[in-house]
Every structure is written in structure tokens, then in C-alpha cells.
């Protein structure tokens, strides 16, 4: 015979075990939401002509001489992530400004960069990712290979504002976007559907910027040659 008391505790336990089951149910449903896209062919990413390289799309980026902003973000890892800490190791930053994981021609582009890091730490140049993903999201796109610099998170796009650096979708391209199976909100965990256009910035240890680009088109970004000619021409 069971009592009313033992009756109350099973259905507290059935209650409990169910509602552990939907969470975790709710965390693999999370886990899974994004999906790294598949790297495009590297040919379909042009580098920029002499005479682009190193200008700005109009009324967007630092321009060469400013300071950098100061900021505070998030490492991929969580860890908080300071401008002064990063210009206190005495090298240049090499500030990488992407649209996001979902993008597959960033992803591109950070494999590139990752894979010439020996040729930028030889130089003393310190590569620096930053976009409007959340923690979650970049740590996706450090698990793709493991990037030896840092991946910093933006969400709220206070350093991209800092840089001017600002990309709106318009509701019918986020639309489009998602059509597409790319929700930025899901990526950002916001809902300003807002992220950088693709952009470089070299700032000195003093932490002043030495060259800038910013292009609207998001297929084209420097190559890595060019990023290292561009090193080299500053010394």
C-alpha cells in the first residue's frame, strides 16, 4: 500500500526526472543550433588591388594616426580581454574584425591566418579577432582548428561601434539570411541583427593605428602576403 506521502514523493521524482529530461533536451537543442559552414574554395576570395589595399569604404574605420579605443571583451574561453592588457605585451595588434562563424569566407580567412601566425609572431605582431558572436559561438569557431591568438566576442558591439566598423541588415536581408539557414541572432544572442563589415586595423604598442582597411564587399580581404608586406613596409 502506498501512502500519500510516498505517492507525493514519487510524483515530485517523476516531475523532477522529466523536467531534467526537457533541459537537457533544450541543451543539445542549443548545442545544435549552430553549425560551422564548409570553407568556399580559397580562390573565391579575392584579395584586394594595390590601390584598394589599406582604404576605407566610406564613413567606416579608424583612420591611420587615431588612437584605439580602449575596450573590454570576452576570450572565446569566458576570460575577460582588456585593449591596455593586450597592447602591455609590447607588440603590434593586428585587430581582425569578421562577420561572424557563420560566415564561411571568415572562416577562410582565419585559417589563413592561422596557419601564417608563426610568420606575424616573427614579426611581433599580435593577430586579434573580433566579432559580434557570443561566447558560445566563438568558442565553435576556435574549435574548428586551434587558433593560436586571441578570439574575442562583441555582442553588444561596443568595440565595433568604438572602431566604426558597423554592418545593418535590413529586415529583408535578415530574412534572406535566415532563408539561407544563418540567423544571427542565434549567433549574437541579440536582436540588433548588426555585425562588422570586413575590416583590419595594425595599431602600434602605443596604440595608435598605423594602417587601416574596411571593404564592403565580404569576399574580398587581404591576403596574407598583403598583411605582411604591409607589416613589413612600417619598419
Not at 13 to 38: D, H, K, R, S, Y
Not at 58 to 81: I, K
Not at 135 to 164: G, M, N, T, W
Request: aromatic share 10%; net charge neutral.
Amino acid at each position: 500500500m502506498i501512502t500519500l506521502g510516498l505517492k507525493n514523493m514519487l510524483y515530485r521524482g517523476i516531475c523532477l526526472t522529466f523536467g531534467m529530461a526537457m533541459f537537457a533536451g533544450v541543451a543539445v537543442a542549443a548545442e545544435t543550433q549552430l553549425t560551422l559552414p564548409n570553407l568556399p574554395d580559397a580562390s573565391k576570395m579575392t584579395a584586394p588591388t594595390q590601390d584598394q589595399l589599406g582604404t576605407l569604404a566610406e564613413g567606416y574605420g579608424l583612420r591611420v594616426g587615431e588612437a584605439m579605443p580602449s575596450f573590454v571583451l570576452q576570450r572565446h574561453t569566458g576570460e575577460p580581454a582588456k585593449s591596455s592588457e593586450l597592447l602591455a605585451g609590447g607588440e603590434t595588434l593586428l585587430i581582425i574584425f569578421y562577420r561572424g562563424g557563420w560566415c564561411p569566407y571568415c572562416n577562410l580567412q582565419i585559417r589563413q591566418l592561422t596557419e601564417s601566425y608563426s610568420q606575424f609572431k616573427q614579426r611581433k605582431v599580435l593577430p586579434v579577432l573580433i566579432s559580434a558572436d557570443e561566447v558560445d559561438a566563438a568558442a565553435l569557431a576556435q574549435s574548428r582548428y586551434e587558433i593560436p591568438f586571441p578570439v574575442l566576442s562583441d555582442p553588444d558591439l561596443s568595440a565595433h561601434k568604438a572602431f566604426r566598423v558597423v554592418m545593418s541588415l535590413t529586415p529583408e536581408l535578415y530574412e534572406t539570411y535566415k532563408g539561407y539557414g544563418i540567423d544571427v541572432e542565434q549567433w549574437s544572442g541579440r536582436v540588433h541583427h548588426q555585425f562588422a563589415v570586413a575590416s583590419a586595423f595594425l595599431v602600434d604598442p602605443k596604440g595608435k593605428v598605423k594602417w587601416a582597411h574596411a571593404s564592403l564587399d565580404y569576399k574580398q580581404r587581404p591576403s596574407v602576403a598583403q598583411l605582411l608586406g604591409v607589416i613589413d613596409a612600417q619598419k
